[in-house]
């Protein structure tokens, strides 16, 4: 940073040389193991390999640059930006080594399958380890930016609570200025009218103006905005529209009208959609062909016995775009008239003993692999409800009807953070659909492992509300 509160600009180079160093360390140490080499047998041909090697570490960079300075910046995207660097660089390896023709025998499979997992557990290792020691030198109030907030209307109180919520944030927030005096007592520190920043800016060494005036004042922003660029300071505006839409936005753009897109949608991307179904389609397999049959026989068995009817239950449910669906799932109630109509609920007289097993332990949802086979479910996403439901919560909610955006899962986030089983009052309903929304807009492939995981963590140890 500028005016000598630190060297910020550092912090990415000190990470690239970092990755530099884990980088060839694994690759010499596995090297050697698999070829059982020591370094002086290493040819001029290998050094050429190590420097394409390098190379191909930079050039990844591009398409996923560090962001270990950011000032929010989640464990789970910092693995995800590990694992999407680890991919890209293994891609662009393996094929030079395709094209320059270097013989299999130096970089066997196994080599390359041993160098990968193990880059991939140390890169996340280390720039968690990066971030964190980022984190502590800002909380030493180091690395820091000096910022001053201009509006102090709810947005620029919003604001100021955000960035003093964490010293690790890197903002040191001078103060404010607003032309509304009445608000002088009641602002943290008060610095001033609008019309005093640019002699404060200048003589304070502020890097950054956050400016959360309304659009009607656009006259003072328009000059703070070229006072800013004169000054080569940078200048962020809050949008108006904040004080009732507070939700992270994409902002994109036609010619030079700027768009700001309301949600964010990862799965509206091609990559991730194939992504996603690739798994979908490799899991149901695996497990269909594997533990589906043993579980068709020995639980279809038990159903049997329990009470009279089918194996397999099937129950039209709402999927993707509103479309219905048959859903698959084994029995675990009694035959009665109104399984479409209501909802299971705790000690429901229609559930035989085995089916109390089952829901206890999600063992009834197995057949649903056969919908995510079809591509009418994912293995992960909002659960499907009955239509009767679709259609009551379609009113009473405003977003319900945004879950079904994508494919409904066999489990999902709501499901793992226990929004699950019956929902006698509204409230239960809407915290459901705004766990599901979140993943919507949250999703990444590491996320759906992460419920995966969770989720068989969770039929073991069984789940209070599942019945």
Not at 252 to 268: A, C, D, F, G, Y
Not at 291 to 305: A, M, R, S, T
């Amino acid at each position: 940073m500028k005016h000598g509160r630190g060297y910020g600009y550092l912090i990415k180079w000190l990470v690239v040389l970092g990755d530099l160093f884990v980088l060839n360390m694994i690759f010499l140490l596995v090297y050697c193991w698999t070829k059982s080499y020591d370094l002086s047998d290493f040819s001029a041909r290998l050094k050429i390999v190590i420097l394409l090697f390098n190379f191909c570490y930079l050039f990844t960079l591009y398409f996923v640059p560090v962001k270990i300075d950011m000032p929010v910046l989640y464990t789970d995207k910092v693995v995800q930006r590990s694992l999407s660097l680890v991919a890209l660089h293994a891609i662009l390896f393996i094929t030079c080594l395709a094209f320059l023709d270097i013989d299999s025998g130096d970089f066997p499979t196994k080599f390359l399958v041993v160098f990968y997992i193990l880059l991939f557990f140390l890169f996340t290792i280390w720039r968690i380890l990066a971030r964190e020691a980022l984190k502590r030198y800002r909380r030493f109030g180091r690395n820091f930016k000096r910022v001053i907030i201009v509006g102090a209307g709810k947005n620029g109180m919003d604001l100021y609570a955000e960035m003093k919520k964490e010293m690790a944030y890197g903002y040191q927030v001078l103060g404010f200025f607003d032309d509304n005096l009445l608000l002088k007592n009641s602002l943290p520190n008060y610095l001033g009218m609008t019309y005093e920043v640019e002699d404060y800016v200048l003589d304070n060494s502020v890097d950054e103006i956050y400016c959360t005036l309304p659009n009607s004042q656009d006259e003072k922003i328009v000059r703070l905005l070229n006072f800013s660029e004169k000054n080569m300071i940078r200048f962020c505006i809050v949008p108006e529209f904040y004080r009732y839409l507070k939700k992270k936005m994409i902002l994109e753009s036609i010619e030079s009208l700027p768009v700001m897109i309301v949600r964010s949608e990862p799965l509206q991307y091609i990559h991730n959609r194939m992504l996603k179904r690739s798994f979908d389609i490799l899991f149901s397999i695996v497990f269909l062909l594997t533990v589906f049959p043993v579980c068709y026989l020995i639980l279809g068995l038990l159903i049997k016995l329990s009470s009279p009817g089918p194996i397999i239950f099937k129950q039209l449910r709402t999927g993707i775009y509103g479309k219905d669906f048959y859903c698959y799932k084994f029995r675990s109630m009694k035959v009665n008239d109104n399984s479409d109509e209501k909802q299971a609920e705790k000690d429901d007289p229609r559930k035989t003993r085995v089916g109390e097993f089952l829901r206890r332990t999600n063992l009834d949802e197995i057949p649903q692999f056969y919908n995510a086979l079809r591509g009418d479910m994912s293995i992960v996403g909002p659960r499907p409800h009955m239509l009767k439901h679709t259609e009551l919560y379609s009113m009473l909610i405003d977003k319900y009807m945004v879950r079904h955006l994508i494919k409904p899962g066999i489990t999902g986030w709501a499901q793992v953070n226990g929004y699950r089983g019956e929902t006698k009052m509204v409230e239960q309903m809407e915290q459901r659909v705004r766990m599901d929304v979140w993943y919507l807009e949250n999703w990444t492939f590491l996320l759906d492992l992460k419920i995966v995981v969770v989720t068989i963590f969770n039929m073991f140890r069984g789940e209070k509300n599942a019945y």
